[in-house]
């Protein structure tokens, strides 16, 4: 008996077959099948895929991918899950997978849309929040200077800094992405940092000198907009996208006189290193999405199998806002 | 009457004669004879020079130097200042000054030594103060190194970490230099990062990482610096004496991805960002210094001439402290 299920029962799941250079490309995932486990044991519970999170990340070479996962439940062991409760975990890029139930949280869908999980009220939003709120300390009339700004977390962090009152200019790569920013998020400008006058272009955005500048991106792109930084103002390192290399081999001006000419604040930073606050900014991000005052851009690949494809640099051009997949066997 | 007065009667200045190339030698300084200034207006004081400043500092090519000095006050035609009194202010390089009584502030030699007033109590232990405090903020047990320990700001900002129950660990550039700063100062250890083995050791100096990293030179040091920092560390940068040169022409690794990847906050600072909390900064330091807990380091050069010398890079090698040098016809 045990036997006949596990030959019919399997699990479909993406591997990360071989270190990516650069940005991961379809070809460094494998696609393979295994046995599903057919016993829960006390406290886990089965979930089914549902939207899968796809961001720039760290993998380790022969093991299941991982991402934040908005899944179903099919089969519990705790107390604290029913089956087809929707819930939101680190989870395997598995279209189904058995973890532990203090891996899992739920999810309340009258409260916001499942794939927002993912977004608004999940990493992105936290660190859209925490990096601009707790390191850029933003202030009203100031200028905020985000890169990566039609991304996940930039073009959250555009939308918060509007709530503070700041003048808010978006860099991004496209004209279509710029037409996004200002017409659709309502930035007070936008700029594509591959124009010819990229460095003249910002500073005519941003006449007051910048206060904050929301790094997504880095390399030469950091290099002009440092120069138009001003006194005492801050520098939230969130991603450096521009450098998917090592630390040792990325070269480049040196910052530490500009931080000290001009008593910058730098600072890289994630979102476990406020844990404690993770309860009040969710609640404040909640209140923000529900009042309509900050919306959630997404992508949406469909299916399973796009996952690789989800990942790999050549959608960065076409995306805005955060990347995720849907299974397909799912509404 | 007039005449005869200003013809017999000069003040002695050091200007700078041209831009240096790098930190500046004795020939980029000149010195002139002008004739003093014969009647005081109202609210002005004469002064003459008795311990000068020399830090490493931007000057205008053409003016007459300036840093903080203190002085005895020849003549006076404000209410605040009489004759004998000793006095600090930002003044020029000259033996005799007429300075307006509010650039004026007294100093009281019960409390201190007038050379302290340029020190401890002057621009370089604020610098040490507010760098370590408001940006390192120091927590019992964590480790703190401090590039250019032997020197004003960072032979000051090792005995305050002390004091915060810190682990301190100083780079310098000789053996004596480090012999100073354990055996005297009582630094936990002391390395020279022209050794050979100067990470491997500076990685042995610091068996729990680095916490807080005091800077005050910068370039290759620091990257080897960087290398050991820990997770939500923080970088002071005080000081890059290791590029004299223009902010765009230094380069070297990209710091974001380091910053990012460990939470790593980085901040330039100068003293009069913190200006509202100077009163309470110099209190403490002033107590600090009168129970012992502190100690001034000098080295003072005799006579008004030595002010380039001084200044000059091959004094760097055997200095120790606070660089003043006192006029010849003063005790």
């Given at each position: 008996m045990d036997d006949f299920r596990k030959s019919s029962a399997t699990t479909d799941s993406f591997v990360l077959a071989k270190r990516p250079v650069g940005a991961p490309v379809l070809s460094d995932f494998k696609r393979i099948s295994s046995p599903v486990i057919q016993e829960l044991k006390e406290n886990e519970v089965r979930v089914h895929g549902l939207y899968y999170s796809v961001d720039p990340a760290e993998w380790n070479v022969g093991e299941v991918v991982k991402s934040e996962v908005v899944a179903r439940v099919?089969?519990?062991?705790?107390?604290?899950f029913r089956v087809g409760e929707l819930v939101i975990g680190e989870?395997?890029?598995?279209t189904e997978s058995v973890v532990l139930s203090d891996k899992v949280r739920k999810i309340d869908i009258q409260k916001a849309f499942a794939s927002e999980y993912l977004g608004v009220l999940g990493q992105s939003g936290l660190a859209a929040y925490f990096g601009l709120v707790?390191?850029?300390k933003p202030i009203a009339g100031e200028t905020l200077v985000i890169s990566g700004a039609s991304g996940a977390v930039g073009s959250l962090v555009g939308q918060i800094g509007k709530l503070f009152g700041c003048r808010v200019v978006g860099i991004t790569s496209s004209e279509i992405k710029m037409k996004f920013l200002t017409a659709?998020?309502?930035?007070h400008a936008s700029l594509n940092?591959?124009?010819?006058h990229f460095s003249e272009e910002l500073e005519q955005a941003c006449p007051n000198g910048i206060d904050i500048y929301f790094d997504d991106v880095g390399g030469s792109l950091s290099d002009s907009v440092m120069k138009w930084m001003n006194h005492l103002s801050r520098v939230v390192i969130c991603g450096q996208i521009s450098s998917v290399?090592?630390?040792?081999t990325v070269s480049g001006k040196r910052i530490e006189s500009v931080l000290l000419n001009r008593s910058i604040l730098m600072q890289g930073f994630r979102v476990s290193d406020y844990e404690k606050k993770v309860p009040a900014a969710n609640l404040k991000l909640t209140e923000w999405l529900t009042d309509g005052k900050i919306e959630s851009t997404e992508t949406i690949l469909r299916g399973f199998d796009r996952l690789p494809e989800a990942s790999s640099p050549h959608m960065k051009a076409s995306k805005l806002g955060k990347m995720i997949v849907k299974a397909e066997d799912w509404l």
């Open positions: 099919a089969e519990s062991k705790s107390s604290q989870f395997p890029w598995s707790e390191i850029g659709h998020l309502g930035f940092h591959l124009s010819d290399c090592s630390e040792a």
